[in-house]
């Protein structure tokens, strides 16, 4: 336990008190996002265990990660295998108040994905981008990598189109129109849904429309409505729905509309891909 004993891990900007203020108001201490930020978070000492915690585990998954590779590389199988390092959620770590997940802010959707495809170009490897990529890619991806055209009803796409240029297997393209997009035409928004658990009061459902310069956010338990400008507020601190400015009423129209559109598709049984 002495790892990262002498360190200090900073609260984040938005693990205060207005920030929770700012929550929706049904909200409330009955919240379990709320709940387990009393158990972790509420006040420095707790913050600073819990995260140097956190911050153990995950330096132990990037030792066995670290050991796994050795091991394929010592047999010689590291340039036969396709990994995918990812995880199923975020979590709040004190921002807006809140613990774990559930809800459509930055902390709770994003999630770490890293892939080392040996189809990759040396020139690729070891670098970043921020396409948006989603959980429905990983299965056409996965299958990508095998040869195999995933089947038509599959609403993800092959992540590989944003690393391999034009050099994807065309046998595979071939056999289905869906992959055959260019990096151009890669997704600029996607659509959020997560259930209520419980009661509204529990953990509430969620959906929004998300994209890299704004949020739309929609609470249907309560019919409550958000709107962020992530370029400006990246941590969702001043919700917009409220404003009278021309510019933002625009795009708050904008987004309701392809919301409702992107939603409907989604739960339609049209072959879409998304």
Not at 160 to 177: G, P, Q
């Amino acid at each position: 336990m002495s790892l990262y004993a002498n360190d200090t891990i900073p609260i984040p900007p938005t693990g205060t008190e207005e920030a929770w203020q700012k929550m929706p108001y049904f909200f409330t201490e009955r919240n379990e996002g709320r709940i387990r930020w009393r158990a972790r978070f509420d006040n420095y000492t707790k913050h600073q265990s819990m995260m140097k915690n956190y911050y153990r585990m995950a330096t132990e998954v990037d030792t066995a990660c670290g050991a796994i590779l050795e091991e394929l590389r010592r047999q010689g199988e590291l340039d036969n295998t396709f990994i995918i390092f990812t995880t199923d959620n975020g979590n709040f770590h004190s921002e807006h108040g809140l613990a774990d997940k559930w809800y459509p802010h930055q902390e709770s959707i994003r999630t770490p994905l890293i892939i080392r495809d040996p189809r990759m170009k040396e020139d690729r490897r070891g670098t970043t981008q921020d396409a948006f990529t989603l959980n429905i890619d990983l299965a056409p991806t996965i299958l990508g990598a095998a040869g195999i055209a995933p089947p038509d009803k599959y609403m993800g796409r092959d992540m590989a189109e944003l690393y391999l240029d034009n050099d994807v297997d065309e046998s595979v393209n071939n056999n289905n129109n869906n992959n055959d997009k260019t990096n151009d035409e890669w997704r600029t928004e996607f659509f959020y849904e997560h259930p209520k658990v419980r009661t509204a009061s529990f953990i509430p459902g969620s959906e929004a429309l998300v994209r890299k310069d704004w949020k739309y956010m929609y609470w249907p338990d309560y019919g409550y409505e958000q709107l962020f400008d992530l370029r400006n507020d990246p941590g969702e601190m001043n919700d917009l729905w409220n404003s009278t400015d021309a510019n933002v009423r625009s795009v708050l129209r904008e987004m309701k509309s392809r919301f409702e559109e992107l939603k409907e598709l989604v739960k339609s049984d049209e072959l879409v891909t998304l």
